[in-house]
């Protein structure tokens, strides 16, 4: 059982060079893994390496630049095992990933959550660092502070009670984990993404600048035109928000539009078109 102690993490932001076949993966960006063979503080040794597989494309806009499959090779950077009194201690990082046509490319990146929510949090503290340990119950994430020093005591001194335990971590063959780039990557757009795909997607800013701006325009949204993707809104602000919120009026008053809008239904049950649009009570194509 291990748990994750986490690290930093920056925009998903993603921009593309100026030939439209290589583009740019920012720092900050995720890339989910799979072990393929497993990791124990009781054997594992400061240096050793270990192998795991890119399980989700990775794809800037419509292009895919990681595919699933895509080799990625782990370090291990401080390695303790569990004593009666304290639990092992297991810290990665990534220096390499080799993708499916046999490019190998040289990374710097860092274990993080696999969970974006998690992954906020963690952003909340520049000294945090995720480290595996055992016995936190299962894969989850929790910040430690271990401050700006790379030094394992201090990671240890961080940890305090969640040490307490006294088990060793044991990350089985084909556990899922998030590595985060710490430095940009220039790759090669390896041809679209497929409809269906699992993927992680990286939007180029001035893609999600255009999205913000047209979707302020038309009132459905209220945050800054910056290009990235990092708006948190409370429960609060979210209420208050739909309650003020009113239905734009439709621009289109002729044509084929205007046609569909009188007789299409709701877009929460299909928009399915049909005589009578949001007044049919029955819908013919249920008969």
Same mark, same amino acid.
């Given at each position: ?156 001194? /961080?940890?305090?009670?969640? !040490?307490? +335990? ?5 990350? =089985?063959?084909?556990? &899922? #984990?998030?590595? @985060? $780039? ?27 600048? /255009?999205?913000?701006?047209? !979707?302020? +325009? ?5 945050? =800054?035109?910056?290009? &990235? #993707?990092?708006? @948190? $809104? ?54």
């Amino acid at each position: 059982m291990v748990a994750f102690f986490s690290i930093s993490i920056r925009s998903n932001a993603a921009a593309p060079t100026a030939a439209q076949s290589r583009v740019v993966l920012p720092a900050g960006s995720v890339i989910l893994v799979r072990t393929t063979s497993p990791l124990q503080s009781a054997t594992a040794q400061t240096g050793q390496t270990f192998e795991a597989t890119v399980s989700e494309t990775v794809g800037v806009d419509e292009y895919t630049v990681i595919p699933t499959g895509s080799r990625v090779r782990g370090v291990v950077s401080v390695a303790r095992p569990a004593t009666r009194q304290q639990s092992g201690v297991i810290e990665v990082t990534f220096d390499r990933i080799t993708l499916a046509d046999g490019t190998v490319l040289p990374i710097t990146g860092k274990l993080t959550s696999t969970d974006s929510t998690e992954r906020r949090q963690i952003e909340q503290d520049p000294n945090a660092r995720v480290v595996l340990v055992g016995g936190r119950g299962g894969i989850g994430a929790a910040i430690a502070g271990a401050g700006a020093s790379r030094s394992p005591n201090n990671i240890f001194a /961080a940890l305090g009670s969640m !040490l307490s +335990e006294g088990r060793d971590v044991n990350v =089985p063959a084909g556990t &899922t #984990l998030g590595g @985060e $780039l710490e430095r940009a990557v220039t790759l090669r757009g390896r041809g679209r993404l497929r409809g269906g795909e699992a993927a992680t997607l990286y939007t180029a800013p001035e893609r999600i600048r /255009a999205a913000q701006t047209a !979707l302020r +325009e038309r009132s459905y949204y209220r945050g =800054p035109v910056n290009g &990235t #993707l990092d708006v @948190e $809104l409370s429960e609060a602000e979210l209420a208050e928000r739909k309650k003020n919120w009113k239905a734009p009026a439709n621009p289109y008053q002729s044509g084929a539009i205007r046609k569909y809008a009188q007789l299409v239904g709701p877009a929460s049950k299909g928009a399915v078109t049909h005589a009578g649009g949001k007044a049919e009570v029955v819908c013919y194509a249920d008969i």
